[in-house]
């Protein structure tokens, strides 16, 4: 994690602007903020390239000047420092790729990251990837906590594990009854996996194979809601969905998308639902057939499993 002083924001801001750039031009482009000399302006970028924050590229006499981190990197970083300093605390535990940090609770620790560990591997072997090698995972002692931690003052009861500056948050094992808190810290971080993948994959697709990866809809609960939903469902329900995490919910969006990609899985397989994920536009490639046909394909799937189910068998 890195540190920037105010001026190195500046700096910074001016870089992200117009790079590559020179000195001279950031020197220029602050004059009516800060009145600094060019020397200063010059120590100022050698401490951001020793901070390899920034990249200088030399162009004959003179060096131009080019950020090696996005503002949205520089921003994540400051705001988990903070988090750290507020909530974080002490290292409770850790593991090959997981560390845990707040409330002190070993043995759910230790179950946690043997959970996490085990279904990483799987999903790394399963989807021929790999996932991010360190990941920070903050458990709080009550679910108000974590919802302001978040920023969240009016945050639903039934929120209780989230991924937000680039951190997991868990709230308390007593806050979880209808689900496993090890399934809802998958989930979460599963949401962070496809992210590095594909971080401009459409919300649904993600949330549902995060879901399906993570065993996150109790059995029950979704078979009740896909037989109630099921007559009036159509592409439409799935790819309209909202991005707003409540309104999602609320549209039973993960039962929704949990049956899609199970649903490919079952048909298709693996790898067409991973070509899928990284073109989700391109649904002949993946499925060998056109967006229609898939979509009527998946409804006759939910009818036929539905009658299979009011039979009995």
């Not at 850790?94 to 070993?106: A, E, H, I, T, V």
């Not at 971080?189 to 401009?200: D, E, G, N, R, Y």
């Not at 039973?252 to 899928?276: H, I, M, P, Q």
Request: overall charge neutral.
């Amino acid at each position: 994690m890195h540190t920037l002083t105010d001026a190195e924001w500046q700096i910074m801001r001016v870089i992200w602007e117009r790079q590559p750039v020179a000195a001279t031009t950031i020197a220029q482009s602050l004059m009516d903020v800060k009145a600094w000399s060019l020397t200063t302006v010059k120590t100022l970028l050698s401490r951001l390239v020793e901070k390899q924050l920034v990249q200088a590229e030399p162009q004959g006499k003179k060096f131009l000047y080019r950020a090696a981190w996005s503002e949205l990197d520089c921003i994540v970083s400051e705001m988990k420092q903070v988090l750290h300093r507020i909530y974080g605390g002490h290292l409770r535990g850790w593991s090959k790729r997981f560390l845990f940090y707040g409330m002190d609770n070993p043995a759910l620790i230790s179950a946690l990251t043997t959970y996490l560990e085990t279904q990483t591997n799987r999903i790394e072997k399963r989807y021929r990837m790999e996932c991010p090698r360190t990941q920070e995972i903050f458990l709080y002692e009550s679910k108000a906590r974590m919802h302001a931690a978040l920023g969240l003052a009016d945050a639903p009861d039934w929120l209780r594990a989230a991924w937000v500056w680039d951190i997991l948050h868990l709230a308390p094992e007593a806050a979880f009854g209808d689900i496993g808190i090890e399934h809802a810290l998958m989930f979460v971080w599963m949401q962070k996996v496809l992210s590095t993948v594909h971080s401009q994959a459409p919300y649904w697709l993600t949330q549902g194979i995060a879901a399906f990866e993570s065993a996150l809809v109790d059995p029950d609960r979704f078979e009740q809601t896909m037989a109630r939903i099921s007559p009036t469902l159509d592409a439409r329900s799935v790819l309209g969905l909202s991005t707003q995490y409540e309104l999602f919910r609320a549209q039973n969006g993960y039962e929704l998308t949990l049956s899609v990609v199970s649903y490919v899985d079952k048909r298709y397989g693996c790898d067409a639902l991973w070509a899928f994920f990284h073109q989700p536009n391109d649904y002949v490639k993946a499925f060998g057939c056109e967006e229609a046909d898939f979509w009527n394909e998946w409804l006759l799937d939910l009818k036929q499993r539905g009658r299979k189910e009011a039979l009995g068998q």
